[in-house]
C-alpha cells in the first residue's frame, strides 16, 4: 500500500495490498478499497464506499456507493459495460445480417440490400460489404 502526501483516512476503513493513494486525497470512514486500487490526487471517497478491484479513481466517490472499472464507476454501469463489451461480437454479427433469423419474406435487411427500403447508391454490390 503506498499513501501519498496529506492523505485523509477515517476510521474502519480496509485498504487492501497493492493499493496506492495520491496526494490530498479523502478516505471517508468505513470505506472499502479492494486490490490494486488506485485513488487520484484530490479524489474524495465518501463514508461507507467501496471500491471494487482494479478500480482507478479519478473523480469523487458519493457515499455509501460501490464502484469499479477504470476510469472508476458506479458499479452497475461497468458491469453493464463489461457485459457489453462481452456481445459486441454477436450484436454486430446479427446488425449485419449474417446471424440469427432472416428479416422477413427472407430478405436481407442491410442498407441497400433488398427489402430494405432503400437504393444502393454507391454503386457498390453487396458482396463488397
Not at 80 to 91: D, F, M, T, V
Not at 98 to 111: E, L
Amino acid at each position: 500500500v503506498q499513501i501519498g502526501h496529506n492523505v485523509t483516512i477515517g476510521e474502519d476503513v480496509v485498504v487492501v495490498g497493492m493499493t496506492g493513494i495520491a496526494g490530498s486525497a479523502r478516505i471517508g470512514d468505513r470505506a472499502v478499497l479492494a486490490a490494486m486500487v488506485g485513488v487520484g490526487e484530490g479524489v474524495e471517497v465518501g463514508t461507507g464506499a467501496r471500491l471494487a478491484a482494479r478500480a482507478g479513481v479519478t473523480k469523487d466517490v458519493p457515499a455509501g456507493e460501490t464502484w469499479g472499472g477504470w476510469p472508476a464507476q458506479p458499479f452497475r454501469r461497468f458491469v453493464r459495460e463489461l457485459y457489453l463489451i462481452g456481445r459486441l461480437e454477436s450484436i454486430w454479427q446479427t446488425v449485419r445480417g449474417t446471424r440469427g433469423t432472416p428479416a422477413a419474406g427472407g430478405a436481407k435487411t442491410a442498407r441497400g440490400a433488398p427489402g430494405a427500403g432503400g437504393t444502393n447508391t454507391a454503386g457498390e454490390d453487396d458482396a463488397d460489404r
